[in-house]
T-cell receptor, first 114, second 115 residues
Framework: QKEVEQNSGPLSVPEGAIASLNCTYS??????FFWYRQYSGKSPELIMS????GDKEDGRFTAQLNKASQYVSLLIRDSQPSDSATYLC??????????????FGKGTKLSVIP | NAGVTQTPKFQVLKTGQSMTLQCAQD?????MYWYRQDPGMGLRLIYY???????DKGEVPNGYNVSRLNKREFSLRLESAAPSQTSVYFC??????????????FGSGTQLSVL
């Protein structure tokens, strides 16, 4: 059973601070990693993907990957109240018969306090 | 551009009743998925269809059946609903994922309550 672990939170940060969200995974063969954002009552939407060790930056978001430690993180700089949402870590893995599928973590709820 | 459309948005069932959740995508995607989301449990895969004509079980398939009607449509059926199936259900689609994965596009969700 492939596992993806996240701290469920809630994580509260003041507006303008850096929010740090963490994720660990069990499948050493995984090659691709994703962060989805889900606002309350809405469906998830993809905000970041990362495939190589190191950092990947997109605006205020930075994804970090360390395959040796089986660890993925998402940093949100200059956090805004509009960033308040649940962040889902997802890991792509082989599911057999030539198929791949995502395994999602339980999500971390982030609250940005004005 | 509609993307992924699922119906209904809300449904209340009595224990033992049956129903079908409908999902359609207009992005010419090969793969389609049904997830359920429960508080504190994240998204769990019920069934998926890697391509037209194929379906496979996911993590939590018991109590459900699916039909990939054509490339656009993927339905989820509850034959005899149980209170444990109270959840929010999401349909999703993607291009055919390989080892590098593919972006999932989600429908707006169905809130199902089984009394």
């Amino acid at each position: 059973q492939k596992e993806v672990e996240q701290n469920s939170g809630p994580l509260s940060v003041p507006e303008g601070a850096i929010a740090s969200l963490n994720c660990t995974y069990s499948d050493r063969g995984s090659q691709s990693f994703f962060w989805y954002r889900q606002y309350s009552g809405k469906s998830p939407e993809l905000i970041m993907s990362i495939y190589s060790n190191g950092d990947k930056e997109d605006g205020r978001f930075t994804a970090q990957l360390n395959k040796a430690s089986q660890y993925v993180s998402l940093l949100i700089r200059d956090s805004q109240p509009s960033d308040s949402a649940t962040y889902l870590c997802a890991v792509n893995g082989y599911s057999g018969a030539g198929s791949y599928q995502l395994t999602f973590g339980k999500g971390t709820k982030l609250s940005v306090i004005p | 551009n509609a993307g992924v459309t699922q119906t209904p948005k809300f449904q209340v069932l009595k224990t033992g009743q049956s129903m079908t959740l409908q999902c359609a995508q207009d992005m010419n995607h090969n793969s389609m998925y049904w997830y359920r989301q429960d508080p504190g449990m994240g998204l769990r895969l019920i069934y998926y269809s890697a391509s037209e004509g194929t379906t496979d079980k996911g993590e939590v398939p018991n109590g459900y059946n699916v039909s990939r009607l054509n490339k656009r449509e993927f339905s989820l059926r509850l034959e005899s609903a149980a209170p444990s199936q109270t959840s929010v259900y999401f349909c999703a689609s993607s291009k055919a994922p390989d080892r590098m994965g593919e972006k999932l596009f989600f429908g707006s969700g169905t809130q199902l309550s089984v009394l």
